[in-house]
């Protein structure tokens, strides 16, 4: 057929390097940009041939997110602009790691399995970050979609999560919203403005906020949405791409890593800081205090925040829904605890990705998921959103429709598809706002019990198998009986590994009642994994 010699000649100007092996990770491919060109065209062609399978627009996103800027990547967005479906990953790794000599044989192999219809119509949108890789990669991309005769629309820079949302808004005929960053902004901008215009006497003070773009897109995007929000919000944006390098010494996984605020910020005391990822799909906030400490407000905090103003939401409308919060093995212990024995809402762990949270909070009428690291959202039910709108609608008593008001412009103000730094900011800000809450007033809903989070080089991180949504591991030998006599050293202690899905590293978390213990445990924990996994270099260090 004429569409297979178009792929077999385009693929020729995106080679397969011989024997380059790489796997659909956690959240898509990740490597170096230079072995990226030839992932990027076959993942062209594989969004094409899943538009045709679902007859709707697919999403390819080129980036990074909190790398370094000489990595990039790649992540696939199904029809409702979540994920794409795990089966679909497995087709991804099979296609990009065929030899150049076997990719009609890999691509036809799909065709069959998936019973598609080449001809049929194919849509696929293509996003890019600000990486210096990132234009001559999304254009292998469009180079992919071309080549099997699929229709594309570059979107060029945008965030992760405004891509996954144009998809959204295109497969849903324009109901979710209108597909142009421009009809995100006013979406969103509106609902924000609705939640806020009626808080009385806000100060300029509480309307500021410092905000890091990481030096990436969402630096971009927030310039671009400033003046939509500007009466409500007050933004003093550092790393913004004009000076810095890209994630260096800043963004989201900086903070929450590192624990301290980003090099080149401002910081008054008391002041509500925060910092987003590199392709801003991540958030975290922070505050120093009049000591000089440096306080993180994570991903815990803000599903703890989240989840606690749509609960009295819910009690104050009369509103009899299920509201759940699903986090990760990484979820502070403090926040579990807040959330089951004081909050009393239902809390659910799985494994690190957000698909498999996203996963989970669909079970509920309103799942709020936020892995710690600050990825996250609220998910709403369609009966909800309908029960919510019946009671808008009413007239029913002033404040069970008040109440009603307030969680229809939340949920026009949550991004549904993906974890998105600006609506959550624009979000949580809202909340903060109508509570009349400090940052420290958040803060102290609970403490954090400290914790640690270390990385150990072992030559092959898959001998390293878990199960309990992670928290145990059960190869190799020995090595969860190890974790376990280390933990029941330390009081309140709580540890666990597992490999990343996005760096050759195995991931070790501790927690405990002290920093020192915390500290501690991480460091013996990492010993036994160096020892007992096939350690590579030099025997872990202890944290000074
Ligand atoms: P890995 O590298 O699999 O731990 C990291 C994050 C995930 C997720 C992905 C994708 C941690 C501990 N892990 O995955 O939560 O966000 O990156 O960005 O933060
Ligand atoms: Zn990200």
Known sequence: MAQFQEVT?????????????????????????????????RMGLLATLRSKKTKATIGVMVTASHNPEEDNGVKLIDPMGEMVTPAWEVYATQLANAEEEDLLTALKDIIEREGINLAEEA????????????????????DGVSALGGHSKDYGLVTTPQLHYMVCCQNTQGRYGEATVEGYYNKLSQAFLQLTSDVPNRTDDQKHLVVDGANGIGALKIREMEGHIKKGLQISLFNDGTGGKLNYQCGADFVKVQQKAPADIKMNVGERCCSFDGDADRIVYYYSDTEGRFH????????????????????QAGLNLKIAVVQTAYANGSSTHYLEDTMKVIVRCTKTGVKHLHHAAQEFDIGVYFEANGHGTVLFSKAAEEKIQQLVDSSSSDERRSAAI???????????????????????????????????QW??????????????????????????????????????????????????????????????????YAEAETQESADALANEVSLAVYRLAGGVGDEPKLLQ
């Open 9 to 41: 000649q385009k693929s020729m100007q995106h080679p397969k390097p011989k024997g380059l092996d790489l796997q659909y990770g956690t959240a898509g491919f990740r490597d170096n940009a230079q072995h990226l060109d030839h992932i990027m065209f």
């Open 123 to 142: 849509n696929v949108f293509v996003g890019k970050d600000t990486r210096s890789s990132s234009a001559s990669l999304s254009q292998a991309v469009l």
């Open 296 to 315: 993180l407000l994570d991903g815990d905090k803000i599903a703890t925040l989240i989840s606690t103003f749509l609960k009295e939401l819910l009690t």
């Open 406 to 440: 307030l969680l229809h412009n939340t949920v026009n103000l949550i991004n549904q598809t993906v974890g998105d730094a600006i609506s959550d900011m624009l979000i949580i800000e809202a909340i903060l706002a109508i509570k009349g809450m400090t940052v420290q």
């Open 443 to 508: 803060d102290a809903i609970y403490t954090d019990l400290p914790n640690r989070q270390l990385k150990v080089k072992v030559s092959d991180r898959r001998v390293i198998d878990t199960t309990d949504a992670e928290r145990r591991t059960v190869s190799p030998a020995g090595l969860q009986g190890a974790i376990d006599s280390l933990v029941k050293k330390y009081r309140k202690a709580r540890s666990f590994v597992r490999p990343s899905g996005t760096e050759d590293v195995v991931r070790v």
